[in-house]
């Protein structure tokens, strides 16, 4: 594993009283998958986003590439992370490829490498036969592959995707992740949001669990998705077991 490029070192964050962050401390690396799981209200998306920089922490420093995030300029920051937000929503009369192409915006223009990278990215997402249509008359799950590609066009080495699954039926939250790990195959270091835990278990290296706003469990699927684990987090009875093609750890709602 590559040394850490994205340091969150002591990261807080309040509203208010309430302290949303609490003393994270994470080091991301290239060449990896790092899912973010936990409970709704845990943190997991105001973390992705201070770790984006789109959001300041009150405490703490996030550190890319050895320098402040706050110090970078915007152009040169959209050339290192691309962003997934879950609000996939586009207010304007764009089409797909449009929408797709924007995410070459922050790059040079390099009209064979961005063609190329257009079209792979439309390929990923099988967005191909929906690249004419406006995106604000596609589905939920639609106009989530429409952002994602736009993530994959931006090519950058850091992706940080906010529930990419969460609107996708079961083959293309499988595709999407496969594509994720791919990625991170080829050196990307890609953070993502996910709910579901036999997602995460099947194609992150690793898996930190928050628990109102503090890190409860980081490591590898088996170290962090164990009955003790989710049990005292989620507060629901679950049985673990081994998902019989992937050696993962495979989990299910038990009997209270």
């Not at 964050?13 to 290239?30: H, K, M, W």
């Not at 950058?156 to 039926?169: F, I, N, Q, R």
């Not at 009875?237 to 299910?252: E, F, G, I, K, S």
Request: charged share 25%; net charge negative; proline share 5%.
């Amino acid at each position: 594993m590559s040394a850490p490029f994205l340091h969150l070192k002591g990261v807080g964050l309040r509203y208010g009283e309430r302290a949303i962050l609490d003393d994270i401390t994470l080091g991301f690396a290239p060449g990896t998958l790092t899912a973010l799981v936990g409970p709704n209200g845990a943190g997991k998306s105001t973390l992705l986003a201070v770790a984006a920089g789109d959001v300041a922490a009150d405490a703490g420093q996030v550190i890319l590439h050895d320098q402040p995030i706050a110090h970078w300029k915007a152009k040169a920051l959209a050339r290192e992370r691309a962003v997934m937000p879950q609000d996939h929503a586009v207010r304007f009369a764009f089409t797909v490829d449009e929408v797709v192409a924007m995410g070459r915006l922050p790059h040079p223009a390099d009209p064979a490498r961005d063609a190329a990278l257009i079209e792979s990215a439309l390929d990923k997402a099988e967005m191909q036969g929906l690249r004419a249509r406006e995106v604000r008359t596609l589905s939920g799950g639609e106009a989530a592959r429409a952002t994602f590609a736009r993530v994959l066009t931006q090519d950058t080495p850091l992706l940080l995707l906010d529930e990419p699954t969460a609107a996708l039926d079961l083959r293309h939250q499988e595709r999407t992740l496969r594509a994720v790990r791919e990625l991170a195959n080829n050196g990307a270091c890609v953070i993502v949001v996910v709910h579901d835990l036999n997602l995460a278990a099947g194609y992150a290296d690793r898996i930190v669990l928050l628990e109102q706003g503090r890190v409860a469990a980081d490591g590898t699927p088996d170290e962090v998705l164990t009955r003790e684990h989710i049990e005292r987090v989620y507060h629901q009875a679950v049985l673990v077991l081994r998902h019989p093609q992937r050696d993962v750890p495979l989990v299910v709602v038990a009997d209270s």
